[in-house]
């Protein structure tokens, strides 16, 4: 009987230990993509603890949003280079793939090298087009936004949300979809 009152403390013991470090664990959250989550530390280099200490916000693939946007940034030149972050940014708040937008940005304007004419001139950095023809913007940050505004409503918001069921809706182009993934391969 003896050992039955011990054994049973014992599990006592350890699950109210148990109890307190999940307790303890939880104060400080990870938020990803809006979702509180506690098992990110293996997607980053960071133990979990880091991630708390450091109250560090992985939004992308085990990315910070500085990193992700350094890695856009690396491939954006021109009149584009510097707005990586700022693609990031706006994507995620949309729930639009941020690497998947800056990659049809690059195909779209050429920006990997010198920027089109529509970057250029009009702060057009998806091609897109009104009832005019070729859409302008008053800033290279609004035709971001637009940019990336268009992609949620007309694409991700009906499910096509890959290059490969985007392509037939954005582009006439049967090569479109590989040549964005191209650009994706490249980003990450």
Same mark, same amino acid.
Request: hydrophobic share 40%; charged share 25%.
């Given at each position: 009987?003896?050992? &039955? ?5 014992? !599990?006592?013991?350890? +699950?109210?230990?148990? %109890?307190?470090?999940?307790? /303890?664990?939880?104060?400080?959250? +990870? ?16 133990? #979990?603890?880091?991630?708390?200490? /450091?109250?560090?916000?992985? !939004?992308?693939?085990? $990315? ?15 009149? $584009?280079?510097?707005?990586?972050? %700022?693609?990031? *940014?706006?994507?995620? *708040?949309?729930? !639009?793939?941020?690497? !998947?937008?800056?990659?049809?940005? @690059? @195909? ?5 090298? /010198?920027?089109?004419? $529509?970057?250029?001139?009009?702060? =057009? ?8 023809? &070729?859409?302008?913007?008053?800033? @290279?940050?609004?035709? %971001? ?9 007309? #694409? &991700? ?23 964005? =993934?191209? #650009?994706? =391969?490249?980003?990450?």
């Amino acid at each position: 009987m003896k050992n &039955y009152i011990i054994k049973m403390m014992l !599990v006592v013991l350890i +699950i109210s230990s148990i %109890i307190n470090i999940y307790k /303890e664990n939880n104060k400080e959250k +990870i938020v990803f993509h809006g979702e509180v989550v506690n098992s990110l530390a293996y997607q980053s280099e960071l133990t #979990y603890n880091e991630l708390i200490e /450091e109250k560090i916000e992985i !939004v992308y693939k085990g $990315l910070t949003l500085d990193e992700l946007g350094a890695k856009i940034d690396k491939v954006f030149n021109s009149r $584009l280079k510097g707005y990586g972050k %700022i693609v990031a *940014e706006k994507a995620l *708040e949309k729930d !639009v793939d941020p690497v !998947v937008a800056a990659s049809i940005m @690059l @195909l779209e304007t050429g920006c990997k090298w /010198e920027c089109s004419s $529509l970057v250029k001139y009009k702060n =057009n950095v998806g091609g897109m087009r009104g009832s005019r023809g &070729y859409m302008s913007f008053k800033t @290279l940050d609004s035709g %971001i936004e637009a940019f990336i505004n268009n992609l949620a409503r007309n #694409y &991700y918001a009906k499910g096509l949300n890959t290059p490969e069921k985007m392509n037939k809706k954005y582009a006439t182009s049967k090569t479109w979809a590989k040549k964005v =993934n191209n #650009y994706v =391969n490249m980003i990450m």
